[in-house]
Each structure stands twice: as structure tokens, then as C-alpha cells.
């Protein structure tokens, strides 16, 4: 159960839009996108992992978290097509799913304590990982190697490091300590570096991922005082390169959230070159019937130098190319179609339609909390 209803308001949204420079409309479309997803799953009682390719923006992995039908589902997010799905992969509880860099492949981490490398166009790959039953997580790095983070036998927490040429043996394993909370590996391609983040822990901790052994280098760690939920990592286009700011975290607090911002000291105003390698930019480098075809390309990269601009007009003319076929109506009538309705009037139905379907959660929220409310009385024997 999520109590923190802050994390998705008007001031939060709007900050976010700006971090990220894009125009208004194409921000609010790709969230009123991701609202319907999320209201879609919400009546249905279910939640998702969702995962973008980050070579990209219309494919889309999304994979059904406990209690779900253990599927992976492959969409083209520009037509609403769900393009593969992969229903017989995994006989438990999906944990974790991460692309790799150029979308030939994703890794997942399964219930049954297997680490899967699947080509969604062609087949499966299957190893055990970590020998403890509570949940892990995985995800690809740009060498092609595969982060995971676990529990031993002994419930202690573990971080591994596995070659997806040879799953026999991971390359390295190490204990980080005997706590409850389940690490959240967060990584950033340009830097190698990898952020966990515990539920539960009032930590992160930062490490080097390097060729050399033993291939996981611990840095240092961020401490405060109160613990986290979740966490959500900021994507590098994001960042103050005036501040020298090399992360920023979205730390889950019970009814709020926290910007935390990792940076590097320097002195100069520079802009620094070597905290800032070209990152993966917002263009695609196939299109999505490019790489339903078979095609792969790695993500085309822009510099940070002077800060992150958007593309001007090509993106939101990408995302407004067509409606997803569930929002489709039937057109079959014969009559002339009507003219293309201006940009501030589908903004405005696009605001309309959210805050109407807002108003539906919050009234579900509060249905929710009065049925608990009545169970623990009866728990209690009040009634």
C-alpha cells in the first residue's frame, strides 16, 4: 500500500518537465500515457515493473509484479501494440527486469532464484544466482556484464557480478551485511558506477564498476537519518552540470519525497569533461519496426556540455503520431472526419480526463482504508 499521495503534484510534475526541457504538451501526454497504464493496472489490482529501451522512446517492457500471470509483454508504446509476449518464461514471481544497451536482450530475476537473459525475439537463457528465497534484483551494465543483488543462505545481502557468456559462476560475490531491506541497484552507464539503495536502510552506497578485479570497487556512502521506502534515480540529462552534479535520488519518505543530489567538489566553473561523458540522448536510433524486424543499435549519445536541450519539435510529433489503439474509438461511420483539434484544446481534455480519473483513485484509496479499517475491528473482535 502507497500512502505518499504528494509524489505526483502539479509543482512536482512541473519541476520534473523542466529538469527534463520539454515542451508542455509532450510532457503531459507521455504522462497522461502513464496514467492511464497506471489506472489501468490499479482496477485491475495488479502492479508492473515498466522499463523503457533506452535506444527507444516507443518500446516499452512491461512485466507483471506479485500476484500477476508472471508474463513479459513487449509494447510499441507509439501504437499501443503489444508486439511479443512471453508467457511461459518464468514459473514465479518476476522480481526484476532491465534492457540492455542495445536492446537485443533483457535480463530478469525470478522467485526461483534464476537469473533469465532473454531475447525477446528468440529465446531464453536460465542460471541460478543467489541461494536465498527473498527477492533480488539485476540489471545490464554497458559492458554486457549483469549486476544482481541478493541474499545468501544465511540471509545476508549480496552483490554479484555475472558474464553472460559463462553463467556457471558469477565473476565476484560480495557480502554487504545481515540487514532485512532489499537492494535496489540503480546504475549510470556513462560513469560505471552503481548506486544501492536498501528499503529500510537510511544508506546508499556507491560503487566503481572497472574490467579489473575484483571488478566491483566500493566508493563511499551517503547516510541521513531517516529510512527510505523506494528510490527513484534521475536520468543524466537531468542533472546540474553547473554544480557538478553527477545523480540526483527521488528518495520515498512515508508521505513525501526527497531530492537528493550526489556532487563533486571542484573549484573551477568549468564544465568538467570527465564527470560528464556524452549520455544517451532522446533520439531513437531505430525506429520501433526496426527493431521488431531484428535490427540493434546502441543509444545515439549527446554531450552535456552547456546542459541538456531536448529536441525541438521532433519528439512530441513522435509521441502525438498516433493514439495508442486502446484509446482508439470506432471511425467506421462514414461521415467526414472533423478538424484536428488545436494543441491547448487537447491539453485541456487531457487535464480534464486525468483529474477526473484522479478523483476515481482517490475515492478507490479511501473505499480501501474503510474496508481496512472494518477488518481489524473484526480482527480485534470489536465487532
Known amino acids: 500500500k502507497h500512502n505518499s499521495r504528494s509524489v505526483c503534484d502539479e509543482e512536482t510534475l512541473d519541476q520534473i518537465r523542466k529538469e527534463r526541457n520539454m515542451s508542455p504538451l509532450s510532457f503531459i501526454i507521455i504522462v497522461y500515457r502513464l496514467y492511464l497504464l497506471y489506472f489501468a493496472v490499479y482496477r485491475a489490482s495488479k502492479c508492473v515493473i515498466v522499463t523503457f529501451l533506452l535506444m527507444n522512446l516507443h518500446i516499452i517492457g512491461l512485466s507483471p509484479f506479485p500476484g500477476c500471470d508472471n508474463v513479459i509483454c513487449v509494447w510499441n508504446v507509439g501504437t499501443g501494440e503489444l508486439v511479443y509476449q512471453l508467457s511461459d518464461a518464468h514459473p514465479d514471481l518476476i522480481y526484476s527486469v532491465s534492457w540492455n544497451k542495445d536492446g537485443s536482450a533483457i535480463c530478469t530475476v525470478c522467485k526461483d532464484k534464476a537469473l533469465r537473459v532473454i531475447d525477446p525475439r528468440r529465446g531464453t537463457v536460465r542460471e541460478k544466482v543467489h541461494e536465498g528465497t527473498r527477492p533480488m534484483r539485476a540489471v545490464f551494465l554497458a559492458n554486457g556484464k549483469i549486476l544482481t543483488t541478493g541474499f545468501s543462505r544465511m540471509s545476508e545481502r549480496q552483490v554479484a557480478l555475472w558474464d553472460t557468456k559463462d553463467l556457471s559462476e558469477p565473476m565476484i560475490v560480495q557480502e554487504m551485511d545481515s540487514s532485512n531491506g532489499v537492494l535496489l541497484p540503480f546504475y549510470d552507464p556513462d560513469t560505471n558506477m552503481v548506486y544501492l539503495c536498501g528499503k529500510g536502510d537510511s544508506t546508499i552506497r556507491y560503487f566503481e564498476i572497472t574490467d579489473e578485479s575484483p571488478y566491483v570497487h566500493f566508493l563511499s556512502l551517503y547516510s541521513s537519518k531517516e529510512p527510505q521506502r523506494g528510490a527513484g534515480f534521475l536520468s543524466k540529462r537531468g542533472v546540474d552540470v553547473n554544480k557538478c552534479e553527477i545523480a540526483r535520488f527521488y528518495k520515498l519518505h512515508e508521505r513525501k519525497v526527497e531530492p537528493i543530489s550526489m556532487t563533486v567538489p571542484r573549484k573551477s566553473d568549468l564544465f568538467q569533461g570527465d564527470l560528464y561523458p556524452d549520455t544517451a540522448s532522446l533520439e531513437p536510433a531505430l525506429l520501433a519496426e ?94
Open 290 to 383: 526496426e527493431w521488431i524486424s531484428g535490427q540493434d543499435a546502441s543509444p545515439l549519445l549527446v554531450s552535456l556540455s552547456g546542459g541538456y536541450s531536448a529536441p525541438p519539435s521532433k519528439h512530441g510529433r513522435d509521441t502525438l503520431r498516433g493514439k495508442p489503439k486502446l484509446l482508439s474509438q470506432d471511425s467506421g461511420t462514414g461521415t467526414t472526419a472533423p478538424s484536428a483539434p488545436s494543441s491547448n484544446d487537447l491539453l485541456n481534455e487531457l487535464l480534464a480526463e486525468m483529474k477526473a480519473l484522479r478523483a476515481v483513485v482517490l475515492a478507490q484509496n479511501q473505499r480501501i482504508e474503510l474496508l481496512e479499517r472494518q477488518l481489524a475491528r473484526i480482527e480485534d473482535g470489536d465487532v
